[in-house]
């Protein structure tokens, strides 16, 4: 990514209130980096829209939780429905949780499973 943003005519200013104590932390953080408060502001925008996401990974709930914590909740709701998690559910959620294969992947898997169960 260029990091090197030209001001034009139609820059605007964006004010945003932190803690003292913060923006003097992270100020200093952004120097020891080479960079500043504002280009690093700018970054984030510029990703954002490159990506038309937000570039950082964000937690809707209050706490992060670890991937055993999301697998049992998971494996609860499906045995509420009668539908236990065998072994391999399990280590296929894992898998997902520590980014070893994608949601995708493992539909695909369990879809090409269930053809071939179909076909005996």
């Known amino acids: 990514m260029n990091t090197t943003i030209a001001k034009t ?3 605007t200013l964006i004010q ?3 803690p003292a104590d913060l923006k003097r932390r992270t100020a200093e ?3 020891s980096l080479g960079t500043n408060t504002s280009a690093v502001i700018k970054m984030m925008l ?3 829209d490159e990506t038309k996401s937000i570039p950082f990974k964000i937690h809707t709930n209050g ?3 670890s991937a055993n914590e999301v697998i049992d909740e998971v ?3 499906f045995a509420l429905e009668d539908m236990p ?3 391999e559910n399990i280590q296929n959620l894992r898998d997902i949780e520590l980014g070893l294969k994608s949601p995708d992947q493992v539909r695909q898997e369990l879809l090409t499973d269930i053809k071939r169960r179909h076909k005996k």
């Open 63 to 65: 706490y992060p939780i």
């Open 9 to 11: 005519q139609n820059d």
């Open 46 to 48: 510029v990703r954002a």
């Open 16 to 18: 945003v209130r932190v």
């Open 29 to 31: 953080l952004f120097e």
């Open 75 to 77: 494996a609860a709701t």
């Open 85 to 87: 998690l065998t072994e």
